[in-house]
């Protein structure tokens, strides 16, 4: 009995000191694992945020290798490409040039011209019969063209294009048949090869205020397409509105030029040229006693830097008679050329847009001829190698308001090389002439150019 009640005195005693330490212990437990958990967080956003860091880090890493291919791909096209910007923005400078030093062995080297030939060959079908009087269905080594070019001394340049071609001498008569009815006849008479100076110009380099001059023989400011040349052609051949109205070779001539390169954002360009009034079928021609004056201004817009946008306008008058203005010939003319060419693929994609109009008012005995014409041009290159481009033509005669042309045309190019190009090109011309044999024609051209040595590049 005593030791019962000990041992329950025991049991109670422990059961009262137990009860407290384990109140005790109960918080000391919960707190540990809440440490547990908030330490486990912890982890766990640390592990998200090394992950997410890791990842910002290969994606950044993956950027600096496409910027930097980009880069490196920008630069081989830059390099490979042969678009000339500099000659759109930037003008030589109005300072005195300074020649490259050179030892007494090398001085001529330098002023030595660079010479180029440029050889244009075509086979041809017509649906006209034209029995040797005009091309007919043929091959024709159509012009050999060389070229001279250099700098004269640290002061000017000059620039000498000679061409050797077939000529087809064209003679243009007028008939009357009654009061209202007029007919025009072509009579054309084959020659051999002969030589034609077309440009020989000297160009003054280091004028001040941005001016720049060239005197000699060149080809007008007239529009875009004037100043081509035949083998930089899009096209086989030029225009109809260039051919009736400045005829097969366009508008070039002995004179002087003045041009004025504006201090604007965009660019700007005033040119001013005086020159013979020899021009057949426009002017005077060979009775000529005067001069021809003509302005043109042009524009050219960046939008982006595979987007441009040239605008221009262009104004020449001359006395078209033996006199100094009393029949005159007033000519405008209007261009609008829209290119395309994105810089990471400017090998292998363009776009040229190009449309031309003109103008003319021109004084005879019978009283103003007042006609116009045009030519609307679209080019898309769609691989390194390939252009197609169609066009279309309107264009009525200098002298007949009532006589008119309407040329429907596709070409298809492939750049062999930078040297060599192959064109396909089909054209249709629809006339309302009164002569049957000059009416409807269709055309076919297989075109072969080539080129021997450098040449300098065209105008943007």
Known sequence: MHMRVCAMLFFAVTLLVSVPCR??????GSEMQALREQM????KDFEQLQQRYERDVLDLQGRVRELSDELAERRTIEAESETVYEDIYERAPAVIYQAPQVSGQGLGQVFNPDVSVIGDVLAQYTSHENEGDKPDDEFIFRELEINFSGLLDPFARADVVVALHKEFEHEVEEEHEGEHEESVRGHSHEHDFAIHIEEAYLTALTLPYGLQARVGRMRERFGKINTVHLHALPWVDYPLVVKNYFGHEGLMGDGAEVSWLAPTQHYLELSYE????????VFAGEDYDDFAHLLHAKNLLEFSDATTLEFGGTVATAPNDDGHGGSRTWLEGIDLTFKWRPLQEALYKS???????????????????DTWGLYSSLEHQFARRWKAAARYDYSELPDFENLREH???????FAQSEYVFWRFGYMFVDRNFPDPEQED?????????FGLGPHRAHEY
């Open 351 to 369: 776009l040229t847009w190009q449309t031309e109009a003109l103008f003319s008012q021109k004084d005879t005995d019978e009283g103003d001829r």
């Open 274 to 281: 005086v020159f013979n009034n020899d021009n057949n079928s």
């Open 23 to 28: 109140a005790e212990d109960a918080p000391a």
């Open 441 to 449: 024609e269709h055309v076919l051209w297989l075109q072969c150019n």
């Open 407 to 413: 040329g429907y045309s596709a070409y298809l190019t």
């Open 40 to 43: 486990e967080t912890l982890r």
